[in-house]
Structures are given as structure tokens and as C-alpha cells.
């Protein structure tokens, strides 16, 4: 956030995502920075003060929207990896439990399927923004598995229409260690 007002001696600005917000003061020229913790609408008010109790303000609307885009690496602290498991599976991201040559990032995404899952058990990764394929139509996604020969399933739908949608299934090589599934996306229309 910046300001500008005639006449003025500073400013405040009220970033909108706490109870009882005591405001950040600046002066003109100076650029605030936040940080907000959760995807929303917030109403930022900044109000210019004068040396006397004269006063003016401006509150605007922001969103803020997940702001996740690909490559999908997990590593980011200002990032929303929210991973959500269906049909009683298990999702998360969390820290790399098996770091080699193939996938040295600190921090990775899980998905597990119990015996106890349905057979349409799955998890999903909302983007901040349509992916256009007609661009780029090959996925990389690195992937561990404790036996080769594990089918992966990789299915980019849409956001609001979930009978939009095309999949790629690409099965494991190698057990106990990372690699690289390539799934196809060319015959998207």
C-alpha cells in the first residue's frame, strides 16, 4: 500500500483481516507490505491524518485468491497447497521423506489409498488459474511409490463445470524411489 494527500502529515492503513486492528502508519512515499493468511474479500482503509484532527480516508475491496499456479513444486510459505482426499483417502503436503537425485525439494505432496478406500478414492489440488493446453500439454509430475506398476491417474477438470475434464493414466517403473510419470494432455480439446 502507498498514499498520497495535500496537506497531510502521515497516513494509517487498516488491512481488514483482524479483530480490533491497530493500523500500520506510513508516510508518503513509503510502500506497506501484508501478508494475509487466508484467500478472501478484505476491506483495506487508509486514512490520510493531518497535524490537526482533520482526517480523510479510502477503503477498497481486495481479494485475495489462491494464488497457486504450476509448475506445483510445495515449497512456497506464502502458497495454499490444500490437497483434499475423497472416498476415504489420504492428502497433505509435507515434508520429503525419501530426498534423492529425482526429487531433492524439501517439502512434497502425499496422497494414500488404503485397502480401506473406495475404488474411486482420489485427491485434488485447486489452481488459482485454467490451465491452457492448447500451449503446454504435457504434465510432469514426480512421483514415489513402494512397488512399480502402480497406475496414476492425473485428471485436470474444471473448476465450475466437473464434466469438463480429461485424464491420463501413466503407471509407476521403479519401487522405493522417485520418478518422473510424463502424462500426454495433446488430444485435449
Known amino acids: 500500500v502507498s498514499a498520497t494527500a495535500d496537506l497531510e502529515t502521515g497516513f494509517e492503513v487498516y488491512f481488514g483481516d483482524v479483530t480490533d486492528e491497530m493500523p500500520t502508519s506510513f508516510q508518503e512515499g513509503d510502500v506497506v507490505q501484508h501478508l494475509y493468511e487466508d484467500v478472501g474479500d478484505y476491506d483495506v482503509r487508509v486514512v ?4 490537526g484532527n482533520a ?3 479510502e477503503t477498497s475491496i481486495i481479494t485475495i485468491a489462491n494464488p497457486l499456479l504450476l509448475p506445483v513444486d510445495f515449497e512456497s510459505p506464502f502458497q495454499n ?21 529425482v526429487n531433492n525439494s524439501a ?19 485447486t489452481l488459482g488459474q485454467p490451465i491452457d493446453l492448447s500451449v503446454l500439454n504435457k504434465v ?8 512399480a506398476g502402480v497406475p496414476v ?11 469438463v475434464f480429461i485424464e491420463n493414466v501413466q503407471s509407476t517403473t ?15 480439446d
Open 48 to 51: 490520510a491524518v493531518s497535524g
Open 55 to 57: 482526517t480523510i480516508e
Open 81 to 101: 497447497y490444500e490437497i483434499i482426499a475423497f472416498g476415504n483417502a489420504g492428502a497433505g503436503d509435507v515434508a520429503n521423506p525419501a530426498t534423492d537425485e
Open 107 to 125: 517439502n512434497v505432496g502425499e496422497f494414500s489409498k488404503p485397502s480401506t478406500s473406495e475404488v474411486w478414492a482420489g485427491a485434488f489440488l
Open 140 to 147: 510432469r509430475v514426480k512421483v514415489w511409490s513402494p512397488r
Open 153 to 163: 491417474t492425473l485428471k485436470i477438470e474444471n473448476l465450475t463445470d466437473q464434466a
Open 174 to 188: 521403479s519401487a522405493n524411489g522417485w520418478e518422473e510419470l510424463t502424462f500426454d494432455f495433446s488430444n485435449a
